[in-house]
């Protein structure tokens, strides 16, 4: 499977195409993923327009199974971070069949 495109070559196509300082959108991006992690701990979900969305949800707990012996395992209840695709970046990249 092809490797997606590296930070620093998307911190080069974007300053170049933004006219900024490699460094500025470093920094940008940065500021950005540090707003994400802080606004989706505080209130539980963080849009990125177009993109998609980071959502806080809560897990239950369950019954799971080793799957080394099969033995039945209970599984704690915890709280993870899930990433819900825009529609609009859904339909771009796999649109819909008619």
Avoid: W, Y
Wanted: proline residues 4%.
């Amino acid at each position: 499977m092809a490797k997606g495109i590296t930070k620093t070559a998307l911190i080069r196509s974007m300053a170049e195409k933004t006219e900024l300082s490699s460094k500025q959108v470093g920094t940008f991006f940065t500021l950005l993923a540090d707003t994400a992690v802080k606004e989706t701990k505080k209130n539980g979900e963080f849009t990125i327009p177009g993109i998609g969305k980071l959502v806080k949800a809560e897990r239950k707990a369950r019954l799971g199974r080793n799957p080394q012996t099969g033995e039945q395992i209970k599984i704690k209840a915890k709280t993870v971070v899930k990433f819900r695709v825009a529609k609009v970046a859904k339909d771009t990249i796999a649109p819909p069949k008619k």
